[in-house]
């Protein structure tokens, strides 16, 4: 049986064999990903994003059982080398999280260390649609939210949420950054810390300066505690709210395009680097070209430019 | 006169401009970096790295005037939102930060808003030749270190600084997560801080776990203080023995060819997909393949395959 066909029938040594092939970018992947493509599609992806100490892990956590509790099956993907999820932080908390290991309807994997050299967003767009196909209904993306490959997996996700927390001084710097754009649900964690209420404030007050024509989404502004569970069932709630919102208004097939648009630029881009190189192997042209570009005798636009004129064929696409 | 003669000449408007135009990928940008090209790789490039509150920027500060004294002209690219060179967090840090601005020898830039929504990794690539061929004896890059676009960085870099400082937590897992093989220098900051001792012993528990033989770089770890300008000194010699030693043990070739191949890679990826796309936007082709990819009537990597037929010349490169 193929990697596939068992990912389809909810193998869960399949898929992390998959998994593992998809991060070594190993010659088989493609294939397997391109069997499971017409399964994927139909879960719901919510990038959770916040600083280390964020406790965006104890939400993840909670939240898997809010979601478990509602009947739906649960995949979890930890994108932050200090996760718990991950074999971080402290034991306790690691315990505390293996407990879902029991649960055969949660599925969670880490891309830490191992997406350091490779192409983090590919592989996480590649797991998410593992995790799809497998028959997820939610996957939860966690990340710390840094980093240009971060910011392409949480524009991944069909929600995103912020989480920021009291008295760390981070709220409305990372907001500034470009955050406030991509948040649909802003979570306050540790709300029982003091300065709570200052933070919540700033968010509504930048909220407020965004006009919200009728129909659109107004991002919730939650209050949690993880540790003490409080607050939790009310962010899953906004998500699912956000959910219905996302196909009642149409942008959840904008989604899919969007998404589609990238993996196809992704793979359009890794087969020409791939053809190029190899073809340029062939009578040592890519050293010798790496030669003149090292000692400045050309340019990568010019070398670029030239390469594409042997290559592009005149008067458009060839029929195939 | 064209802005890489503008640059070529210092005018720190043309540098500006020509960034700004880079970071909103205006379609001249190739043209100007291409004329500045012949006259890049001679800037040491210095990553410093570090989780936001470790005092990487106020180490970068210092290390400017480190260098200053040495009579080495500085440019520096702050890529972290939190920085206080990108007008994040204290006034006061901003305000002494800001001396520089009088010193002509010293370029400093943030990447952070701007690079959010673009490609970070190649935005900072651009800005690096820049600052290069503006004739810069030293760029330092700050980023924070998370995320594939920072690595991507991180790697473009001649000397990787990893800054920690004790109690935060964090040494041992940020250095699990793959940084360990990616530092040059280690520098333990806050040194008066409670730990120090304690964090310096396991960073060199680790090194001692590599074996280094003889003629390789062995990564020296410094206590520093920024604020108190502790150790600084000790930082700036460590980055110029580590200088020395790409360039004697032929390193610094290796690191020119592989920057070379990097940056080859990047503009060959974009020129194709902007050819595929603009080819097949003719006749609405592209926006029916993204209805059938979303309606998963094919996959990206069946439609790849189907492109790449239509356009790669048989028998290999065509001759031109």
């Known amino acids: 049986m193929g990697l596939a066909e068992g990912v389809l029938k909810g193998d869960v040594r399949a898929v992390a064999k998959l998994i593992r ?33 964020s406790g965006k892990s104890t939400l993840v956590d909670i939240l898997i059982d809010a979601f478990s509790n509602r009947n739906k099956t649960v995949g979890v993907i930890a994108i932050d080398p ?6 971080g932080s402290i034991l306790g908390d690691r315990i505390r999280m293996q407990r879902h290991c029991m649960n055969n309807n949660v ?28 028959g997820k209904d939610i ?46 649900i802003f979570v306050i964690n540790k709300m029982d810390k003091e300065g709570v209420w200052e ?45 219905e919102f996302l196909a009642a208004s149409g942008k959840r097939d904008v989604h899919l395009r969007e998404r589609a648009k990238r993996e196809l630029t992704e793979t359009l881009k890794s087969s020409f680097v791939d053809y190029v190189f190899r073809e340029m192997d062939k009578d040592g042209g890519l050293e010798r070209l790496l030669d003149d570009l090292a000692h ?5 636009y010019s070398a670029t430019a030239d390469i594409m004129r042997k290559i592009i064929p005149e008067g458009g696409f060839r029929s195939s």
């Open 107 to 134: 599925f969670i994997r880490s891309l830490a260390t191992r997406g350091w050299h490779g192409g983090l967003s590919k592989a996480a767009a590649s797991v998410i649609h593992v995790l799809d196909a497998m």
């Open 199 to 243: 933070i919540k404030a700033e968010i509504e007050a930048m909220l407020q300066m965004n006009t919200y024509s009728p129909g659109s989404w107004r991002p919730p502004v939650f209050l949690t505690s993880a540790v003490a569970d409080k607050g939790i069932d009310e962010v899953a709630e906004g998500i699912c709210q956000h959910k």
């Open 21 to 53: 092939s998809v991060e070594d970018d190993l010659p088989e992947a493609p294939e397997e990903l391109a069997k499971l493509y017409p399964y994927t599609g139909n879960a719901h992806i919510v990038g959770i994003t916040g600083s280390p100490g």
């Open 296 to 300: 400045r005798k050309t340019d990568p």
């Open 82 to 87: 200090s996760s718990p999820f991950t074999g």
């Open 139 to 184: 996957i939860l993306v966690e990340t710390v939210g840094v980093g240009q490959g971060e910011v392409d997996i949480i524009n991944a996700a069909h929600t995103s949420i912020v989480v920021l927390v009291p008295g760390m001084g981070d709220g409305i710097q990372t907001i500034k950054a470009g955050i406030l754009e991509i948040a649909d």
